[in-house]
């Protein structure tokens, strides 16, 4: 697997990762700075308002590290329920 590069260089060996570090600095739950407007694999729109977010629907979990939040193409899915 390819390695995940955030806009601010930082690399992550999976999108695993991202979640993880993001959670590791206590920043889970910070909100973004533009909300991302997001079709989920499972077919609902969501809006992401938060750096790690869970569908409310089928539980994907979507993550961007802090320096990349500003660029949606940045965001990951880092797997249901993780």
């Known amino acids: 697997m390819a390695n995940v ?3 601010c ?14 959670r590791s600095k206590g920043a889970a739950n910070n909100p973004m700075p533009d909300p991302a407007h997001i079709e989920c694999v499972c077919g609902h729109h969501i809006i992401m308002d938060t750096l ?20 949606h193409d940045y965001i990951v899915k880092a797997g249901i329920d993780y």
């Open 9 to 22: 260089g930082c690399e992550f060996v999976s999108n695993e990762a991202v979640a993880d570090k993001v």
């Open 52 to 71: 790690v977010y869970k569908c409310p629907h089928c539980k994907m979990t979507y993550a961007v590290t802090p320096c990349s939040a500003m660029d």
């Open 5 to 7: 590069v955030s806009k």
